[in-house]
């Protein structure tokens, strides 16, 4: 199961992050998402977990928690949704 994390220290690497989950079970994956001209974190990452019931529990016990002095929020992760992404100017535009 792939648990959002929201609310990260922007200095908590892909290792804490996978630290502060082990405790309730086995973590198949710790990312921290960074941008990708910077390399700096963008507050937020995902663990994905072995078993649905150790990820609930992990869920449960970290929303809330302090990590590197920052309130988490863990989430059951949404599937990423192909679609426009906005914000650039497109061919169609004109001035």
């Given at each position: 199961?792939?648990l959002?994390?929201?609310?990260?220290?922007?200095?908590?690497?892909?290792?804490?992050?996978?630290?502060?989950?082990?405790?309730?079970?086995?973590?198949?994956?710790?990312?921290?998402?960074?941008?990708?001209?910077?390399?700096?974190?963008?507050?937020?990452?995902?663990?994905?977990m072995?078993?649905?019931?150790?990820?609930?529990?992990?869920?449960?016990?970290?929303n809330?928690?302090?990590?590197?002095?920052?309130?988490?929020?863990?989430?059951?992760?949404?599937?990423?949704?192909?679609?426009?992404?906005?914000?650039?100017?497109?061919?169609?535009?004109?001035?």
């Amino acid at each position: 199961m792939k648990l959002y994390v929201g609310n990260l220290s922007y200095d908590v690497t892909d290792e804490d992050l996978k630290r502060a989950f082990e405790a309730h079970g086995q973590v198949e994956s710790a990312v921290t998402i960074k941008d990708n001209y910077s390399g700096k974190s963008k507050g937020f990452g995902f663990v994905e977990m072995a078993s649905s019931d150790e990820a609930k529990a992990a869920m449960e016990s970290l929303n809330g928690s302090d990590l590197m002095g920052r309130s988490l929020k863990v989430n059951e992760a949404r599937p990423r949704t192909d679609g426009p992404r906005g914000g650039g100017r497109g061919p169609d535009r004109r001035f």
